[in-house]
T-cell receptor, first 113, second 111 residues
């Protein structure tokens, strides 16, 4: 298995909802990432997990809460989002924080209404 | 801070013509450089990467890139484009645990 799987592919949520994005990989990668991509913009790093521990938080608002329950799974919990949070959320994994190429998932298209 | 610059926002080429997408990096040490392609609404697919060694790197889908330290460049090339190459192309630089992307170049292919 050489893929990063993200679910759901599309999500529409209200500003008072709580939802979660899921990312899974079975390549034995020990670094996992959340990126946010607005339309016609490059991806921007949100969080980095290394060996299931949060190693980088790029000053992301607390309405985004990451979780890494095990080495294969990465979640992004969403609560009280704003319409401007609508974007493509990309998950990626890497062999570890020091080496290997990145593998990206196909993303979750999030719309906040 | 490390950064990459893609000076061309949008490029249009005819099918079958050659292609070169520009990328310039800024960093003192040997950079770790990547080219990714993204089709509309999709994730990112790695085309090729450069860490060290041979400065001409071969990638997937017939793409290649050449690392030129003297010009701080890592330009992507393809000798003959296909309509399916129409997409957004991102150059990226890795450092301090972060993959930092350029602003992207949108490639349009005309018949």
């Amino acid at each position: 298995d050489t893929e990063v799987t993200q679910t759901p592919k599309h999500l529409v949520m209200g500003m008072t909802n709580k939802k979660s994005l899921k990312c899974e990989q079975h390549m034995g990668h020990r670094a996992m990432y959340w990126y946010k991509q607005k339309a016609k913009k490059p991806p921007e790093l949100m969080f980095v997990y290394s060996y299931e521990k949060l190693s980088i938080n790029e000053s992301v608002p607390s309405r985004f809460s990451p979780e890494c329950p095990n080495s294969s799974l990465l979640n992004l919990h969403l609560h009280a989002l704003q319409p401007e949070d609508s974007a493509l959320y990309l998950c990626a994994s890497r062999q570890d924080r020091w080496g290997g190429g990145y593998t990206f998932g196909s993303g979750t298209r999030l719309t906040v209404v | 801070a490390q950064s990459v610059t893609q000076p061309d926002i949008h490029i249009t080429v005819s099918e079958g013509a050659s292609l070169e997408l520009r990328c310039n990096y800024s960093y003192g040490a040997t950079p770790y450089l990547f080219w990714y392609v993204q089709s509309p609404g999709q994730g990112l697919q790695l085309l090729l990467k450069y860490f060290s060694g041979d400065t001409l790197v071969q990638g997937i889908k017939g793409f290649e890139a050449e690392f030129k330290r003297s010009q701080s460049s890592f330009n992507l090339r393809k000798p003959s484009v296909h309509w399916s190459d129409a997409a957004e192309y991102f150059c990226a630089n890795f450092g301090n645990e972060k993959l930092t992307f350029g602003t992207g170049t949108r490639l349009t292919i005309i018949p």
